[in-house]
């Protein structure tokens, strides 16, 4: 089914969707639509680039009833990818995945769980689920995702999730006409008390570690410092998200920001991981740093230029809800720059700031 929603800006996008989701899942895959979702994500890898150059955002989430991926921006950049997108999520999940690749995966989403039930709020609520209606949520049993194959996860890809059951356009000037297929899927789980349901404890162990790496900056290198830490750290085909996460699965999730604290200037990365990969993010961070010819390109660079000058076609679109860029004197600053500065100078800030022993490491404050 194909719905087209009618939009007046200039912005545009679609959603793909999967119906059943967790609904679908019963003993010994608990969590295995979520790990799908990871997976599934893996059919766009190579236009991870082409996508931040030209300002599509993306993303995906995996709720208790359908798992949605989506897409969004401006027209004229969206709409060259549209059909690529999905003929992708037609295509078979094997054209994109390896063993390989699947235990990778594994490992980032246990770090995600491990994220979860840090979280009282969070625990509270699914354990809750768990003991009430034997329902693990999107996040599965930590077991069965441990235990989880990669021929299960094809075989529960060929059952449920061949072809997508609904596509939401709300582009503006495009109408998706093309049939979809779609499997029916017939495999609901009873909701019923589970008092032997495993029960997840907060975690408050050594093992699970938050970590901050942060310097502080001088006031006038602050728009030169925003556009390096998007450089290295602004989307999933960032430097430091391939090298920390997609490469050696040590965290699920990483970010750059600079911070003004009391109109003081902090560079910082932040992110959550256990006890035992301490050393290797230190040593992972150090490497990426002094690998700067790698990670750090001009090729990136205008990625990154072409991405926010698209960004700021949106923000001007999306004005009465958005208005940092007015009201920032800092925002202001890099949006002047952002098409003068050249890459060389952006090089010698990198190298007065981007050493890891300049940085302060907190952990589990």
Known sequence: MIVNLKNETNLSGFYIIYKGSTSLETKGNQGASHFWEHIKCRCIDDLMNEFQENSIIWNAYTSDNEIVFHFTGLEE??????????????????????????????????????????????????????????????????????????????????????????IVNISKDFKYEKDLQFTHRTIFKELKENIDAPIEPLNTSNNNLYMVYYQKIDREDVPYMTIINKILGDGLNSPLYQEIREKKALCYGISASVDNICNNFFLSINLSSTKKKETIIDKTLNELFLNKELHFTEERWNIIKKSMNIKLKKNIINRHTYINDIISEEANKVNKILNEVTFEELKTYFEKYYNFNMFTKVANI
């Open 77 to 166: 950049y969206l709409a060259p990818y549209r059909d690529i997108i999905i003929d992708r999520f037609y295509r078979p999940i094997t054209d994109f995945i390896s063993e390989e690749i699947f235990e990778k995966e594994r490992q980032i989403i246990l770090e995600e769980y491990n994220d979860y039930f840090s979280n009282p709020e969070y625990i509270f609520t699914l354990n809750m689920f768990r003991n009430k209606f034997n329902h693990y949520s999107a996040i599965g049993l930590k077991e069965d995702i441990e235990t989880l194959t990669y021929e299960d996860l094809l075989k529960f890809n060929d059952i449920q999730y061949d072809y997508p059951d609904l």
